[in-house]
Each structure stands twice: as structure tokens, then as C-alpha cells.
């Protein structure tokens, strides 16, 4: 709210509170109806207007402005936020001024988008004897809270100086509608004031989720100096923490915090001393501060008694700032004064506010009118951000507002839109406020401002509007490229498109495709929509070009990109045969067929033999491969194998070729090699190979059998490898055949070999250790077995006690000790003795415990009476020893003997 044009040069520049001229009248700087051309509303088609409702369009921006204020008395200097946990609440404050000329805080709440508004004040609860307010700023916590806050002090009528600066926070859970709580940030008086505070709240779900923070400047030394003040509340508004200093410099104003999506604090603020921006941060909450960093150098806007070109009112270059909630970027603007006129510039930080780019220009057009009071917004990465702007009126007078995006992070912005449907005339005002607004979500920016199209009346009435614009970007097709198919071969290939605008339904459809080709799209809600193609072109469809137009839409915007097709004509393929083939009847003939086609993939070719059936022959499509061995019957003779190579484009084209075979019968018989005689041990491998030729042109094949005298086990592979390994019983000479054969004529040798049986050892088995009584019959058996079944082994004892005896032929051990044997222990020692010069032997024991006999009277009853049963059970046990073991050896000799008799 502006000064009285006596204030000091130095206070307007420096004292953000205002107070509303009272005697000064406004007039009008334009001539009664003259009109200025406006920017066409298609400059930024990515900006449409939003108005009746919030999803109605209008291809034209007239009439959209919404008037937000209603009284008849000056509003100005506004502030906008958007409740995050509902998106069509919107609320906003302004300085109010009252028909007593007194100034108070404004609160305007809407609950469709700003369609409508409901006008109401910020309650004097706990600012009793306070009796202005300025410096209005709305932010809600992510649970949907209201935290507006403001200055409240007095005014010196003498001088028309503030005083009792008085920085404070009101709190509304409903939206608005009340506000019962309200808290004392920082007081004032004397030479020290309070000044420009501004709020934010952090909406992030991080440690400091719902704190609030409050920036101001604390004038000293009756508004010689000025430091920039931070506190913070962790108990939603009910306290607020004891300012803290962060700023170094003499002079400083126009500070603002915003809060990254990390939770970090970054303030930012207009270093008046030495003319530059700068930036302090909390990674703590609001407890501590980093050191100041400088954004940018800046030439600030000039100040009283000259300010801006054909202006009254005062200006400055306080920055605006917003953090990005994807990505954590900072970003601030301010309004420069390089090269003598006001323009908007921007920087941005990535690394925490560590570091700032080089700043750009925001503004587009190429006047050098005025631009000034940038504010900014951020949503889902979407950078906003308004300005007043001069440039449609060549005497830089008429006032403007335009809005810019950036969808790429600050790097750049688009071209400017047009807000406003009508232009302001400041005439001769001094105050329009210090700053504008903005707010926005992922669908709308809702830009507020001081509008002055009603200052012509007295006293001069400045509004607030705003307007519903949708931050629509259009969607983004990416490129398909040039496609090259043949007639049947199937084309398909994929379209994607994405929409930087969050929570929109894109869809696509495919435009000009051509006949019997298929598109298939599903609408899609998460940013992306895809699309398939598919398309076989016919033979009619050949050669020929098309182009098919992908057009992806939101449901207000739309893009497009277009994809050439090229049909090509179908070309033959080649097919690769060899010359004319000689074969021998029972011969292998091989060779490969091969082709190529000029057409690419897709296409392909496949070989095939049309007459291989009949031929009798084999050809592997796969890799090309004619296989074919004549039949006795089918020479000699002249023969064609005839091949055909096909595409699978459309029309179908082969190509047929064949080969001409000339089938010989063999005339001479094949010779085979000497094969040498063999001595080999039984059960030992014989392997050899056996040769041949062939003296026929070209040679026949060959294979080799055996005759039917081979020995058991023996046999021959078809290409000559000769395996047997003799048993043990195949000891002897053997004489067989081996025969060579070139399916006409043969040749045959016999092969002598002779099988060493090799001599082994016998084993002999005897009974474990024995015990009996004295004059009792002790009979066991001792027996001998031989690897070598032609051989028997010779049985024998050693070390008999006395009475005993051994039969060798039956192997059967009988002894009864007598009574004066027992006790005692002896040894008894059995050996086997294999005949033949070797002698080879097994020799083992049997260690026999006598034990005393009982007494007669202690026998029992009928014992003795049984000893000549005994004896006989004993005989009968030997003869039957006996007769196994004469068995068992003459049923080995007749074996052996069996086996000689094959023998020659």
C-alpha cells in the first residue's frame, strides 16, 4: 500500500507495510476508449482458460477473469494457495481497505476452482489496539490447514508512519471460514519494526511435516537498517520459536521461504546494499541457517521520485521463489532493470541452493516496455509463474498480466500467454501492492492480482481476479520413422506418447491407415499411452507409399506425428544348384542347394525337392543338403533332382532348377587289405581295422561284414573296425572270414587268431574253527574252485592228528578223537594244487578243539546208543560231498570239450 509521495526516497524502497493514499486522486493515463490489441490466445496452446466450469474450454480468453473481491473500496497486494488435500479449495488474502481509511487483511475462500468466492476479514483476535494490517500470505499444510499470515501496527498521523510492527499467524481448519486461533509471531516498537512477513508451511510427510515458517524484516535504528528474521512453529501456530537472524548485510528486504520436497527451508530475499539476491537454507527445521549465497547480481527497478516509465506507483525487484516437488530444484525470479526498462529473469539451483545458474529471461517479447512483480508456483516438476506486464501497449503505460511455464526444469520457458482480458491503467496510483500470486496443482494455475480496470471511480477501487487456467501441455508423440514393408509381410511396430500433465486420460488413434491395417489402443490414466500397429499389405497395395498420422489427445490438447510407409514390389528369389552328378550304385552322393533374394527381412526363402520321394532320396530343407544312395535297381541310369526355391512375399515367386545324375553299377570288385594273424590272451580286446579299395570311377562305397564262422562275440563296423574280446573259455586257433563289398562285387580274407587260455589260481574253502568232544565224530568238507573250469585242483592235508584221515578226492575230513586226545588243540593244514607247470596253490587251516568227554554215568539216556547213527549220517553226508564234487568236474570237462570241438 503506497506512501504519501513526501515519504523518503528511502523509506518508500525500503517499508514493505502500507498505507492507502487517503487524499490523492486517481486518473486515468489511457484517452477514454481506446483499445490495444491482445496476444492471440493461441501464442501458448499448451494454456487454456477455464471458466463456468471447472471443465468446460473456451477457444476464446475474453470474458474469462474472475473478480474475487466485491466491495467498493481498494483490495490489492494478494496471496493464493490451493488446499493439497482438496484441490478445488482455494484461498487468498489482500490488504482491505476500510471507509474509514483504515487497512485490514481480506480473506477470500472458493471451494469449485475459483469459479466463485465468498469474501471475509481476517479476525482482530489477539491484536487488540492494533489498528492496521498489511502483507497478507496464505499457505496450507499438506492435512488441508490454513495458516495466513500478516503485519499489524499503527500509524503516526504526524508523519504517516508505521509503528508497534506486530508480525503474527492466523490458523483455520475449515477452509477459511474461521480463524480462532491467532499467535504472535514477533512484536515491535520504538525505532524497531516489523515488516513484509511472508508464510510457508512444509507439506512434505518428512520429520518436519506440518512446521511452519514465517520470514519478515526487522527494521532498526528508526528504518536505517534492516535484517532478515526467521521463526518457525512445530505445534501448528500455537508458538512460534524466538526469531533468528540470517542476513549479514546493512539493508535487506522482501524475504520468502519455501520448503524442498526433503523438508530443507530455503529463504530468499533482496540484499539492498549491494544489489544482489540471496539464498539461506535449514536442513534442520528452521533451528540453524547455512551462510547466505548469492543468486544472482541484480539492477533493482527504480525507485521514487522516478520509479517506472509513465508510473506513480513504487516497484521493486523482492524476489519470488518455488521448490520442486519431483526433483528438489529451487527456482527464483525478480524483476531486473538491465539496459533502462524492467524485465523478469530466473534462476534455478540443483544441488540444494549450493549453486545458481546463470539467470534467463522469462518475458518473451522484444519491447522494452516494463514487467514487473513476478510470483511463481511448482506442481508435479510444472514450473508457473505470473508477472504484470506493459508490452501490449506501445507508451508502456497500460498494465497487463501474462503467465509462462517450464516443463523442463527451469533450463527454459515457454512463450508467454496473456492472462487478462482487459488491461489496468494505473493512472496516477501509488500503491498497487507489493506483489501477485499464483497457486497451482497438476491440472489448473490460478494467477491472482491487483486489477485496476475499475480505478477510474473515486475513491479508485482495486480489485482482486483471478482466473481458472488449465496448465495443459499437450501430449508428446514419439516419433515412429520411416517403415518399409512388402506385400505379404506383416508390418508392426509400436506408438508411445506421454503427457507432462498428471492424472489426464490420454488416448490415440491412428489417422489415414490404410486399408486392411489395425490400430489398438487403451486410454491410460499414469502419464503414458501406447499403441500397436499392424498392417500385411496385399500384392494390390504394391508398390506404393503411405503415411499414417498417430494423434495422441488429453481430452482439451492434442499432437501428432506422422509415420511414411513404403510398400515395395516383391522380387524373385535365386536358387543355387551345383553341376551334373555321377553316382555308383550303393554310393552316397551329397551336395548343397543354396539361394538368396534381394528382398530383406521379412521375407525369406524356403528350398524344397519336388521329386525326392520318388527318387528315393532325402534333402534337409534347413540347411540345404541333397542326399541320395541309388539302389541296385536304379542303375545304371540318368536321373534329375529337381529344386525349387520360394519367398513368402506377396504375389509368392520361386525359382525351379534341377540337377542331373548319371547312376553307375560298379564293374570291378573292391580289394581288400591282407589282415594279419592274431595272438591275443583270453579276455583281452582285439580291435583292428580293415581296408579296402574301391578301382572304379568314381569309387563305389564300401562296407565290410563278417561270414558266419566268426567266433561268438566277435563283429565288424561297416567302415572296417573290428572288435572281440575272448572269455575265458574261448581258449584255442580260430579261422573266420572278413568280407568287403561295393554293393555289387566283393572280396573276402580270412583271419587266423589264436586265444591263450591264461592259468589261475584255485580257491580253497574250508570250515571255521571246530570244537568237539573227545570220542565224538567230527566230519567237515574241504573243497576247491577254479577260474580255469578245464582245470581241477589237487586236494591234500597236513598236520592230521592222530585217528584222523583226509579224503583228497572227496575233500571230506573224518576224525574221532579218543579220550586221551582231549583236551587239547590242533592244527590241521589243507592245501589245492592246480596241475600243469605253474602249480598254482591256496593254502589254509583249521584249528579243532578236543574237549574232555563226559563221564559215562553222566550220559544221558541212550547216547551211546545212538553212535552207530552217528556214523551213518557221517556216511551218508561224504557219499553225498562225493557225488556233487565228481559231478560238478565231469560237467566242466564235457564243457571244454564242446568248446574244442569249434576249433580248427
Not at 482495486?462 to 508390418?491: H, K, M
Not at 572288435?723 to 572278413?738: A, D, L, S
Not at 583228497?808 to 590241521?828: A, C, E, H, I
Request: charged fraction near 15%; charge should be negative.
Amino acid at each position: 500500500m503506497p506512501l504519501k509521495r513526501a515519504v523518503p526516497v528511502l523509506l518508500i524502497l525500503l517499508v514493505g507495510t502500507t498505507i492507502l493514499p487517503r487524499i490523492l486522486p486517481v486518473l486515468p493515463a489511457s484517452p477514454s476508449g481506446q483499445s490495444y490489441d491482445a496476444l492471440s490466445s493461441g501464442v501458448l496452446m499448451a494454456l487454456q482458460h477455464v471458466t463456468g466450469s471447472s471443465n468446460q474450454l473456451v477457444s476464446s480468453p475474453s470474458g474469462d477473469d474472475i473478480q474475487v473481491s466485491t466491495t467498493s473500496l481498494p483490495q490489492n497486494e494478494p496471496s493464493i494457495a490451493l488446499n493439497p488435500s482438496n484441490p478445488q479449495q482455494l484461498v487468498a488474502g489482500a490488504n482491505d481497505q476500510f471507509a474509514n481509511g483504515t487497512d485490514w487483511l481480506a480473506v477470500y475462500t472458493s471451494a469449485n476452482s475459483g469459479l466463485t468466492w465468498t469474501n471475509g476479514l481476517i479476525p482482530k483476535t489477539g491484536l487488540v489496539g492494533l489498528q492496521d494490517a498489511s502483507d497478507p500470505a496464505v499457505s496450507f499444510s499438506e492435512n488441508g490447514t490454513l495458516y495466513y499470515s500478516g503485519v499489524a501496527f499503527n500509524v503516526n498521523f504526524r508523519n504517516n508512519m508505521p509503528f508497534d510492527g506486530t508480525v503474527f499467524v492466523s490458523k483455520s481448519t475449515d477452509d477459511g471460514s474461521s480463524f480462532p486461533q491467532t499467535t504472535v509471531v514477533d512484536t515491535s516498537s520504538g525505532k524497531i519494526f516489523n515488516d513484509k512477513p511472508y508464510i510457508g508451511v512444509d507439506e512434505t510427510t518428512g520429520l518436519f511435516a506440518g512446521r511452519v515458517y514465517v520470514s519478515w524484516t526487522r527494521f532498526t535504528n528508526s528504518f536505517q537498517a534492516s535484517d532478515i528474521m526467521v521463526a518457525y512453529s512445530g505445534d501448528g501456530g500455537r508458538s512460534f520459536s524466538p526469531r533468528m537472524k540470517i542476513s549479514s548485510s546493512l539493508l535487506n528486504q522482501g524475504s520468502v521461504p519455501v520448503i524442498g520436497p526433503d523438508g530443507t527451508l530455503y529463504v530468499v530475499w533482496n540484499d539492498l546494499s549491494n544489489k544482489q539476491i540471496l539464498e539461506a537454507k535449514s536442513t534442520d527445521g528452521g533451528i540453524s541457517f547455512s551462510s547466505p549465497v548469492v543468486v544472482s547480481s541484480i539492477v533493482p527497478l527504480p525507485q521514487s521520485p522516478y520509479f517506472l516509465a509513465n508510473s506513480f506507483f513504487r516497484v521493486n525487484s523482492f524476489p519470488a521463489a518455488a521448490a520442486d516437488d519431483t526433483n528438489g530444484n529451487v527456482y527464483v525470479a525478480w524483476a531486473d532493470y538491465q539496459n533502462g526498462y524492467a524485465k523478469i529473469l530466473s534462476s534455478r539451483s540443483i544441488d540444494g541452493g549450493s549453486t545458481w545458474s546463470k539467470p534467463i529471461r522469462v518475458n518473451d517479447d522484444s519491447t522494452t516496455n516494463d514487467h514487473f512483480f513476478p510470483w511463481m508456483a511448482v506442481s508435479h516438476g510444472l514450473v508457473s509463474i505470473v508477472f504484470y506486464d506493459r508490452r501490449l501497449d506501445p507508451r508502456n503505460i497500460m498494465i497487463d498480466v501474462f503467465y509462462a511455464e517450464s516443463a523442463d526444469g527451469g533450463v527454459s520457458f515457454s512463450p508467454n500467454l496473456r492472462v487478462t482480458d482487459q488491461p489496468s491503467d494505473p493512472g496516477t496510483l501509488n500503491f498497487i501492492g507489493d506483489y501477485i500470486g499464483i497457486a497451482s496443482n497438476a491440472t489448473l494455475a490460478h494467477p491472482v492480482w491487483t486489477d485496476l480496470r475499475n480505478v477510474s471511480t473515486y475513491p479508485p477501487n482495486e480489485d482482486i481476479f483471478t482466473e481458472g487456467r488449465r496448465v495443459d501441455r499437450p501430449p508428446i508423440v514419439v516419433p515412429v520413422g520411416s517403415q518399409t514393408v512388402y506385400p505379404g509381410a506383416e508390418l508392426q511396430f509400436g506408438v508411445k506418447a506421454t503427457d507432462p500433465d498428471f492424472g489426464e486420460t490420454l488416448t490415440m488413434v491412428a489417422l489415414g491407415a490404410p486399408s486392411g491395417s489395425t490400430f489398438t489402443s487403451t486410454p491410460s490414466t499414469n502419464g503414458t499411452v501406447t499403441g500397436s500397429f499392424d498392417w500385411i499389405p496385399s500384392a494390390a497395395q504394391a508398390a506404393g507409399s503411405y503415411s499414417v498420422e498417430f494423434k495422441a489427445s488429453d481430452g482439451f490438447l492434442a499432437s501428432s506425428a506422422n509415420a511414411p510407409i513404403m510398400v515395395k514390389t516383391n522380387t524373385s528369389p535365386l536358387l543355387l544348384v551345383p553341376g551334373a552328378q555321377t553316382v555308383n550304385v550303393g554310393s552316397k552322393l551329397t551336395f548343397i542347394v543354396s539361394a538368396t533374394d534381394p528382398d530383406p527381412l521379412p521375407d525369406f526363402v524356403t528350398i524344397s525337392c519336388d521329386n525326392c520321394a520318388q527318387l528315393g532320396a532325402s534333402f534337409d530343407s534347413s540347411t540345404g543338403n541333397f542326399t541320395w544312395v541309388p539302389s541296385s535297381l536304379q542303375g545304371p541310369g540318368n536321373y534329375l533332382a529337381i529344386l525349387t526355391a520360394t519367398d513368402h512375399l506377396l504375389p509368392q515367386l520361386s525359382d525351379t532348377k534341377s540337377v542331373g545324375i548319371h547312376v553307375d553299377k560298379p564293374s570291378l570288385p573292391p580289394s581288400l587289405a591282407a589282415i594279419r594273424d592274431w595272438t591275443i590272451d583270453d579276455e583281452t580286446l582285439l580291435t583292428f581295422k580293415a581296408n579296402a579299395t574301391d578301382l572304379n570311377i568314381p569309387p563305389a562305397a564300401l562296407t565290410f561284414s563278417l561270414g558266419t564262422d566268426a567266433p561268438l562275440g566277435a563283429s565288424i563296423s561297416p567302415d572296417g573296425l573290428f572288435n572281440w574280446t575272448p572269455t575265458e573259455t574261448q581258449g584255442g586257433i580260430y579261422r573266420f572270414t572278413v568280407t568287403v563289398s561295393n554293393g555289387a562285387l566283393s572280396d573276402s580274407k580270412i583271419v587266423s587268431t589264436t586265444v591263450v587260455e591264461l592259468e589261475q589260481a584255485p580257491v580253497l574253502s574250508v570250515p571255521g574253527s571246530q570244537t568237539v568232544e573227545a570220542g565224538t565224530l567230527l566230519i567237515f568238507a574241504v573243497s576247491a574252485t577254479n577260474p580255469d573250469v578245464d582245470d581241477v585242483a589237487t586236494l591234500s592235508a597236513s598236520g592230521l592228528p592222530s585217528g584222523a584221515s583226509f579224503d583228497s578226492d572227496l575233500g571230506s575230513f573224518v576224525w574221532t578223537p579218543g579220550n586221551n586226545q582231549g583236551p587239547g588243540v590242533y592244527t590241521v593244514t589243507f592245501r589245492a594244487v592246480e596241475p600243469g607247470p605253474n602249480g598254482f596253490s591256496d593254502t589254509k587251516t583249521v584249528t579243532i578243539t578236543v574237549e574232555q568227554a563226559a563221564s559215562s554215568s553222566g550220559q544221558p539216556f541212550g547216547v551211546g546208543s545212538l553212535r552207530p547213527v552217528l556214523w551213518l549220517a557221517a556216511g551218508v553226508i561224504i557219499l553225498v560231498v562225493a557225488l556233487v564234487s565228481i559231478m560238478a568236474i565231469r560237467a566242466r570237462r564235457e564243457k571244454k570239450g564242446a568248446e574244442e570241438g569249434t576249433m580248427i
